[in-house]
């Protein structure tokens, strides 16, 4: 017999949990809007509300149907890819969604509808300041409302890297079950944006004044750091959502375990970013502290429900660290990412979902394989697919602004205002 | 035989609503302070810190007991109206509230009380940069004291509106329930703050500048466009709570399909306004955006539990483009109202409240009329009453300040001291 | 039995609550900016994620065994005092933790990890603009680390202010049980924090320009009152969490108690703040409605769970007069708190302390005697630790940037960066 309660309980559990993923949108905006130019602002903000809005509408009309079919061509292509009729829940979206006592469809569509804007946000930092925005809205549309949830039946819709190590009888019953593991998304959520923030960094070229002719790279600050900082803790609380929901039940030992995991790694890379740019380069750069409290989020992300307190700590620590070096690296490579999307989300999404081959304690170092197959078979996907949109779009709409709209700033030119019409100085 | 558990996750659940709709007012200030010129800001915090405050303790003193008083005098007047003697709750809070399993009497009033507030912070916006801080204080305190709970007693206090078309038969009996729908208030919050600002705007006239002798048009841009942005974003996972917790319980179909529709709405409001202005005004208008996320959130919120997935769709995307229409209507009428309350409360307001005699499928069209009934009666209401108060200050008292006052700012002659008052641009 | 579903419900409020105190962070980091110059934004910002990154790291290694030691040497020390060793959570953390049905020890953990940071996000308000940022870092690590723990584990943990009152019969064995009472914190956080404010203001000096040498007192504006003001929603919404947690059970009763006095003791001192400063200096004074509010919170706390609402009113009104002149009396003393923070964390600490001995109908006026032992005792400890840690300090690095690092800004000489580096006045 159901129990109704625990029903209800779980289904209270994954509301929040949907409503702290939502409240990320705020705190994506606000960093990406604190680490770049106050010209830019507007763009940035536009993007994101643009962001949420349209991915809870495509979520609805095809990416919920796409990621959980349940059933597949040939355990890559889910054969409900046509199904463009949206939302077809069972029983007044009262079945039962999962194990533990389970809670409502209605609750499972809010909640992965929240994930799937997730991806276009990530890039939507990582191209700020210079990409046009019809071409942006247009790979919004086409990576929130097809390449994220594609990817995510391959795990989460019981595609095939969930059953990569299943063994089976001579009959092809599964007698022992193992795969790829990727608890809330390391590498399904944060490095699917990764990728493509890659590409798109890579296709758009830098923006003016980043890297000079003699070979030095200008330092472009950006114009708001109390946004940035607040953005930041908005995303940790965001997290416990994320992180604390993907238990998918109100599960108290495992959800509680994940908000330990969770916090602890984010409060060890900020700590460990901290430390190691303070070591570099001899200050305490607050932006460092920032990105290393985010990439310990998204490097315990994979397997926040399977890691030891202990595990989680150095797990954090190592992304604080990474974090620092991949900037680095990132500049190096004159590539330009101005809110170092790219180190947080891909470098730490690819660290913590290796991670679970190391500390996990899955199905020992096989795990280890099964996870690296996962971000190689994801990373070739996202890589082909932002590759073709973005390259189609350039040679095409173009992608770019010119380069006098990018100096006047895109507020004024794409949306005919100001961030701060009426700032002025005290006079008084 | 009560579920003690049962009973105990409604409590959570209604208490966690009513912390979203607390940080409501955190939104609404965030979004008037953004959309007005920086030398009234510190007014406008002020003022919404005052709502909230006094807001809580005038509904503790009258407002619970006169909106839910279940006897009435006449079905219209609350026949608690003179008991002033506060919060009268049995058996120490934990008697049932409502159906469903219930919650305590202590979580009823508090988010009923969140809710109270909301009236007089909508016209805080219309009023910005001109009324008088002292008469805006003796407005609210007859508002949110009186008439929102006297409105709120006719349909939520069980008075004539909820029974409007009940049947009875030749003993006085109930036979078949029906009446005037309004789920977590369209009308019964939204549109009764949204009259009174209609009123308190055109008694107190425009701003000066905005209308001018050429007839002409002048736009007074607002000081800080992040500050608006997430004010809305903090609006929209305010209003999980606001529609959420008017289920007034943790039942998990109708809270989910609440959350469902309400994030729905507000993402096709958003885009629609967003499209409407685009083609309109051929620009990307970030504050159109905002406000078509706010008119599909208003709308939705009369029907939000009885909708499906495409009405909410719809009815977000109507709303949306009336935030359009309605901000130009607002301005070609001469009244100024800077941050579009009146499009977006009033206007979206009467929208979700008849959208739900065509969508809800509740009484056939009968339910139309119910619907228009409740919206004549509220509005007439809440036209008089605040043309009463209003006028009467305004002959007395006076409500607005003086053209000096206006044009240095209310933050310093009012409250003497800039809202940035140590902000510098950067010199190094 | 136990009741799982209710061990569930107990620990998704539970867990909420922790979310609404880490949020609590976010708070304090505007809220002190806000009130203090824009060159020390980078830093005060630094200083706030660094304590909430190594106050849980802290809290993990030693805090929580310190404070919960279950076992006592002399009532006074907690004998796991050396156990470095880390969180020891037996049977998965799934062991029931406390009465009412229990919930996880991760939770339980989680929760008090993120009020050990509190304590030292009080100093640091008070200490902003002039202090070393290493020497901040050094003691906070050991006042989170061991001060907060062991002054906690006196009442917490089960110690000696917990059991004040017990009589016992000729057997040793406890008849009657009584003691110091400190619901959620008004002494064991609030005032732990302040009383190391006072010292480490008094030790610090005042800020160049606080103190005129013909003896007047120079305003020190901070630099903006919008993150101030969403600085204090943000902690009133935290202190859901901060009190409804402190229940340690999701009790339905309780826990809605709690919210309502809570609520109203804020919404009562920053009216009654409002009110004094306006006869006092005839302003309609936004700073003084805020710390009032935050005034009326830390007041409420100690005894949230026993007020009535009229209580409550009264507890916060006080707290609010206090607030008006507390600051004045600082200012007088010559003790420069940019924040505010002694008025609202020592001076409401001590009087929501001694509160519980006049209207907590407890142990009668016993009571005021256990309240006043608890704090004088906790003062006293608090008072010589934090002494004996600046002072030394003091002695050996130093606590104070040079007068120079002081007039250009902690932010441009301690982390290199301004905290607006892009920000410009609109040109179009």
């Not at 994930?115 to 086409?142: H, N, Q």
């Not at 900037?327 to 679970?356: E, F, Q, R, S, Y």
Request: charged share 10%; aromatic share 14%.
């Amino acid at each position: 017999m159901m129990d109704n309660t625990l029903f209800t309980v779980n289904n209270v559990w994954m509301m929040i949990c949907t409503a702290l993923v939502f409240l990320m949108h705020l705190g994506f905006s606000l960093l990406e809007i604190g680490l770049t130019r106050q010209k830019n602002t507007i763009n940035i903000l536009f993007k994101n509300v643009f962001i949420i809005s349209i991915g809870l509408v495509l979520y609805t009309v095809i990416g919920f149907n796409l990621m959980y079919p349940g059933t597949f061509v040939a355990g890559v292509i889910p054969d409900y890819f046509f199904d463009l009729f949206g939302l077809n829940i069972p029983e007044d979206g009262l079945t039962i969604a999962y194990a533990d006592g389970g809670y409502t469809y209605w609750t499972d569509f809010l909640f992965q509808a929240m994930f799937a804007a997730t991806a276009a946000t990530i890039v939507s930092g990582a191209v700020a300041e210079r990409m046009k925005l019809g071409s942006f809205m247009i790979f919004t549309i086409i990576y929130v409302g097809l390449v994220y949830p594609i990817v995510g039946s391959w795990q989460w819709g019981g595609g095939f890297l969930s059953t990569l190590g299943n063994e089976m009888n001579e009959f092809g019953e599964v007698i022992s079950e193992a795969g790829f593991y990727d608890f809330a998304g390391s590498t399904l959520v944060h490095s699917v944006g990764g990728w493509a923030a890659l590409v798109a960094v890579w296709l758009l070229g830098a923006r003016i004044g980043k890297f000079k002719k003699d070979g030095s790279i200008g330092a472009i600050p950006g114009h708001n750091m109390p946004f940035a900082t607040a953005g930041v803790l908005i995303l940790w609380l965001g997290w416990f959502g994320f992180n604390g929901g993907s238990v998918l039940s109100a599960n108290p030992g495992k959800t509680s375990l994940v908000l330990v995991t969770t916090c602890l790694a984010a409060a060890s890379g900020g700590l460990s970013a901290f430390l190691v740019s303070l070591f570099k380069y001899k200050q305490y750069d607050l932006s460092m502290f920032l990105n290393g409290i985010l990439g310990g989020l998204v490097g315990i992300t994979a397997g926040a429900d399977v890691m030891s307190v202990s595990d989680a700590i150095v797990i954090g620590f190592v992304a604080g660290a990474l974090i620092v070096l991949a900037v680095a690296l990132v500049d190096n490579l004159k590539l330009d990412d101005p809110v170092g999307a790219i180190a947080v989300h891909l470098v730490c999404g690819v660290w913590g979902t290796l991670a679970v081959g190391i500390f996990g304690k899955l199905a020992g170092w096989a795990q280890f394989g099964y996870q690296v197959i996962g971000v190689v078979s994801v990373g070739t996907f996202c890589l082909i697919m932002s590759y073709a949109i973005i390259k189609t779009l350039k040679s095409t709409v173009g992608i770019r602004v010119s380069a006098y709209e990018e100096q006047e700033g895109l507020d004024i030119e794409e949306h005919g205002m100001d961030a701060y019409p009426d700032f002025r100085l005290n006079q008084h």
